[in-house]
């Protein structure tokens, strides 16, 4: 993968080299000759789907999971999981079998995991989240389910007076030994059994007709995901803000040698200036009111997982996706920019351009939506999959009903996937983000002079043009090229930059937006399996 990826970079990006002798210039592999070749030599562009789906394409969904029922099975052939923030995942079971007398006893292995992850927080059974205490033995911490649903005192075989029928050992993904009490309760494991680089869960579940009778339980876990790297600290993370991070979380993959991009360190850019780590992290940290004007909630994290077989482009996008983003890479590095307005620093008059402008009203599809619904993961309904609220914008709605009309319907809902979002308050806002920035319809290509060739995508530009009516009109560079034009007999470098109108407003979310969805009701008792 590292091969395609650096032979994508090649042809698609540019750190061009200006031979001494006439107008030629080489990009990796590719060279250009004449004064008068125009629009062949792209420098910059806005790192997309498409493209990354060709660097890194490897196989399923990236994302799917977070939406599905998130419950521990078995496979022959299962890809392993990376888990980032906090979130519910299934596992895998790698390894089943019975003991004792009539196999009363049942032995489970389950793999959360494939790196070491902070914490399990929870064990589910049954869509129950359970009690422990612990205790030592065999040199593990061994964690008891005093769940009343899950212990029968008038069981022959419980493992304490207590009547526990569940116990289990959790290793993170750091250990370097057997797991002591796995392997003093299982013949089949041996000291080589070490699942090194896995977390895992050990589970000894007792048989009961009356807590059991319905099979084994459906097992799922709550976790802490893996301590990511965070530049401005210059040390992994130590909190559950830091590992929820969206920009970090996309470092780590870009990053990471095992399953992610193998990007090199110089190809990551860590500072705080526009598009670096640093900044977009800052971004993502910001504190944002709700409703009540006084609870306030991180802007963006990003809660969920994905796994090694996961399509790149697939996994990078469904982070993005948590926190309004784009990546682009310049200059021989990776850039990240959270959601969030810029103030431009530089404008573009009528003394700037060297062509006629080319402008576009309206998008490629001619689509323009007025209402949206967010789907994203809701962790206070144990990550479970919701619909946000649906928001209909009547000043949209209006623009989009022709004049005169009163009985048509005229509405038009696009949806908008967040599987790393999980707080209802976080997808209403990504979602009035989607649906204001697609309203943003406008386009235009100037050519300009060296001096833009500083702006990289995702950058803002004021745009000052007497025809169009434009006075500073905000607009976001979606790519940068360089041309070659000709003025009389000198061959002239100038500037291409594709640019899209943007507002700050896209980005704004007052506290009377936020809406109250249908309570989902109390939980329905699935009642007892006792006589």
């Known amino acids: ?277 640093a900044s977009a992290a800052n971004t993502c940290d910001q504190n944002v009111t709700l409703a009540d004007g006084s609870t306030t909630e991180r802007r963006y994290t990003a809660n969920g997982f994905t796994n090694f077989s996961a399509n790149g482009g697939g996994v990078l996008e469904s982070v993005l996706s948590s926190m309004a983003g784009k990546m682009s890479y310049v200059n021989g590095q990776f850039n990240v920019f959270a959601g969030a307005s810029q103030s431009p620093s530089l404008t573009i008059t009528d003394d700037d351009l060297l062509a006629p402008v080319s402008v576009a009203t309206n998008t490629s599809t001619g689509d323009l939506f007025n209402s949206i619904k967010p789907i994203y993961v809701d962790a206070s309904l144990n990550y479970i999959s919701m619909d946000a609220e649906v928001y209909r914008d009547s000043t949209m709605l209006n623009e989009d009903t022709p004049s005169g009309e009163s009985t048509a319907n005229y509405v038009k809902q696009m949806e908008t996937q967040l599987p790393f979002t999980v707080t209802d308050t976080m997808a209403q806002r990504l979602g009035r983000i989607a649906l204001t920035s697609q309203r943003q319809a406008t386009s235009t290509s100037v050519l300009v002079s060296l001096k833009f060739m500083q702006l990289q995508p995702n950058d803002w530009v004021y745009f000052t043009n007497e025809r169009l009516g434009y006075t500073q009109k905000i607009f976001e560079v979606q790519s940068t090229n360089m041309e070659v034009i000709q003025d009389g007999e000198i061959p002239v470098i100038a500037t291409r930059l594709a640019l899209r109108e943007i507002s700050a407003a896209v980005f704004n979310f007052a506290t009377n937006d936020y809406t109250t969805g249908q309570s989902e009701g109390s939980n329905v008792s699935t009642g007892s399996f006792a006589l």
């Not at 210039?25 to 629009?39: D, E």
């Not at 070491?116 to 989240?129: F, K, P, S, V």
């Not at 593990?140 to 304490?160: G, L, M, Q």
């Not at 526990?164 to 797991?179: K, N």
């Open 1 to 277: 993968m590292a091969k395609q990826i650096k032979q994508a970079i090649t042809i698609a990006f540019v750190v061009y080299v200006a031979y001494a002798t006439g107008a030629y210039f080489k990009i990796g592999s590719l060279t250009a000759a004449g004064a008068t070749s125009a629009a062949w030599l792209t420098f910059a562009t806005t790192l997309g789907t498409g493209l990354i789906q060709r660097m890194t394409s490897k196989g399923i969904n990236a994302s799917a999971g977070n939406f599905g029922s998130k419950f521990a099975g078995k496979a022959p052939l299962e890809p392993r999981q990376i888990v980032y923030g906090q979130c519910r995942v299934g596992g895998t079971i790698v390894h089943m079998e019975t003991s004792g007398i009539d196999n009363h006893k049942l032995h489970m292995v389950v793999v959360l995991a494939g790196h070491e992850i902070e914490a399990l927080t929870h064990m589910r059974l049954n869509d129950i989240n359970t009690t422990t205490s612990t205790s030592t033995i065999s040199g593990s911490t061994v964690f008891r389910v005093t769940n009343a649903d899950f212990k029968n005192t008038a069981n022959d075989n419980k493992f304490d007076s207590d009547g526990t029928l569940i116990r289990y050992t959790f290793s993170d993904g750091s250990q370097t030994a057997v797991d002591g009490y796995m392997n003093a309760q299982l013949e089949s494991m041996g000291t080589s059994d070490k699942f090194l680089g896995l977390a895992y869960v050990y589970i000894e579940m007792i048989f009961d007709a009356e807590k059991f009778g319905g099979g084994i339980p459906a097992t799922s876990f709550k976790v802490k995901g893996k301590n990511v790297y965070d530049p401005r600290t210059g040390a992994v993370a130590s909190s559950d803000l830091q590992r929820s991070n969206p920009a970090l979380i996309i470092r780590d993959f870009l990053f990471d040698t095992e399953y992610g991009i193998k990007a090199e360190t110089s190809e990551i850019n860590d500072t705080t200036n526009a598009g670096g780590i």
